[in-house]
T-cell receptor, first 118, second 112 residues
């Protein structure tokens, strides 16, 4: 079974600084997708960034970027120029890409609570 | 931007009662999901639904749970006889090929 591990229960960063959240995963699949989701206090799940395993180029989305190391099974999220609105729980998630369909659900890590200090 | 809509936002029910959680996925999406998040814990996959039938389900999704798409828009999760440990946030999500999952804002279920 696939597992997703987020080893940092909580991280703190000064506003405008850069922070990196760690995620590792375990899978025997070669085709899969990785995601970072943000969950603010409202508990809405908001997609931050997505990475297809077959793509070597790291995904970026404005201030958010990933460092995807397929051989090491590592998928970290870097947040640049941190803002107060970035404060939230961040969940790393995995989904197998077999058969090209969406039947498989997401496997989530336990999350990292990100605190932004003004 | 298209949204996944969930109702109600908060439901309180007595132990042993049946509850139905409702979701309206994004109209052109093909796959639909239910996830559960017990307070303070990670989000857990319950079930996926495609072409009007269950595609995959987790160990959590036992005989107490069922899903249905009664018409072209609604997607429901029914819990037949609720237990205290069913108290959680329940998220609906939908997906179409090439996109990331879109989650609803969740239903907070409290079983008393």
């Amino acid at each position: 079974a696939q597992t997703v591990t987020q080893s940092q229960p909580e991280m703190s960063v000064q506003e405008a600084e850069t922070v990196t959240l760690s995620c590792t995963y375990d899978t025997s699949e070669s085709d899969y997708y990785l995601f970072w989701y943000k969950q603010p206090p409202s508990r809405q799940m908001i997609l931050v960034i997505r990475q297809e395993a077959y793509k070597q180029q790291n995904a970026t989305e404005n201030r958010f970027s990933v460092n995807f190391q397929k051989a090491a099974k590592s998928f970290s999220l870097k947040i640049s120029d941190s803002q107060l609105g970035d404060a939230a729980m961040y969940f790393c998630a995995y989904r197998a890409g077999r058969s090209g369909g969406g039947a498989d659900g997401l496997t989530f890590g336990k999350g990292t609570h990100l605190i932004i200090q003004p | 931007e298209p949204e996944v809509t969930q109702t109600p936002s908060h439901q309180v029910t007595q132990m042993g009662q049946e509850v139905i959680l409702r979701c309206v996925p994004i109209s052109n999406h093909l796959y639909f999901y239910w996830y559960r998040q017990i307070l303070g814990q990670k989000v857990e996959f319950l079930v996926s639904f495609y072409n009007n039938e269950i595609s995959e389900k987790s160990e959590i999704f036992d005989d107490q749970f069922s899903v249905e798409r009664p018409d072209g828009s609604n997607f429901t999760l029914k819990i037949r006889s609720t237990k205290l440990e069913d108290s959680a946030m329940y998220f609906c999500a939908s997906l179409t090929q090439g996109d990331g999952y879109t989650f609803g804002s969740g239903t907070r279920l409290t079983v008393v």
